[in-house]
């Protein structure tokens, strides 16, 4: 493990579309300074992400002075959409929580409706220090997260992405493979270590920055749409069914909860606290 280090930084300002790669990142209690700050959510109120709509994998966000992003998508005009004025919140639903946002201009949720065909409104979350907690089964007192699907942050690694390559080449649907790391959409990936190492880990350090090990990352069908396309396959889920099933969860990755503050960089060594 001596030789793990950052291999790159993924933030995805909106949560559910195509996020950047920068060099380094501010790491915040709840997440990546901008990442997942912004959702979709439905007439009813409900988060909408790739699960329901994976055209959302065509669209882009990046952030821009100020807070506020930047939308872009094949054939559309690009869209600016400043942090809303706190003028009042709506209450929306993400995996079961409510939680209050901020909803953004209208101009926005017409540019976001007409690119899925379907109605939503695109909304931010103004305080996250306060917004919505961690999941308390794996928390400690007052931590929160951002429109991420549960946890801050989420690490993976390259030596397990070869792995399940290699795994997925040797099953009935090796025409889909090799995968890209992308269809995981961490936030955080590393190289120099063995295959599925991160499964021991409970503790790790990034650089400066400190991080607890919560839980493994169960997957949905988002991993098997081609985020460059939108198309779905089989893939990885089948084959992580197979070979990497921990209870009724089909596992790639980890969730983290920073311990500290700081600023991540690419490059940073990676080391194992415990």
């Known amino acids: 493990m001596g030789n793990a280090e950052l291999q790159s930084i993924h933030v995805h300002p909106v949560k559910a579309l195509r996020g950047f790669s920068p060099r380094q990142a501010v790491v915040e209690p709840w997440g990546l300074a901008g990442d997942r700050r912004w959702a979709l959510i439905d007439d009813g109120g409900k988060v909408v992400t790739q699960r329901e709509q994976p055209r959302l994998a065509l669209a882009a966000a990046e952030p821009v ?46 540019w976001c409706t007409d690119h899925l065909g379907a109605s939503v409104r695109l909304v931010h979350m103004d305080a996250p220090a306060t917004r919505r907690p961690v999941d308390p089964d794996y928390a400690l007192p007052g931590e929160t997260v951002s429109f991420a699907d549960g946890f801050p942050l989420l690490v993976t690694t390259l030596g397990s992405l070869d792995a399940l390559n290699a795994l997925v080449a040797q099953g ?60 779905r396959g089989r893939e990885p889920l089948r084959t992580l069914a197979r070979h990497r099933r921990f209870g ?6 980890q969730n983290l909860v920073p311990e500290s503050p700081g600023t991540v960089r690419v490059g940073d060594p990676v080391r194992i606290l415990g």
Do not use: Y
């Open 65 to 110: 002075s100020g807070g506020g992003i930047r939308l872009s998508a094949p054939g559309r005009a690009p869209l600016t959409v400043p942090v809303p004025r706190p003028a009042g919140t709506v209450t929306m639903e993400i995996f079961g929580t409510k939680v209050e946002a901020v909803p953004a201009e209208a101009a926005a949720a017409a």
């Open 172 to 231: 009935d649907h090796a025409h889909e493979g090799p995968l890209p790391m992308n269809r995981f959409r961490p936030n955080l990936v590393v190289a120099g270590t063995e295959a599925w190492a991160e499964d021991d880990w409970s503790r790790i350090s990034v650089g400066e920055v400190v991080f607890r090990v919560a839980k493994v990352c169960g997957r949905c069908v988002v991993t098997t749409t081609d985020q460059g396309t939108a198309e």
């Open 248 to 253: 009724s969860r089909l596992v790639f990755g």
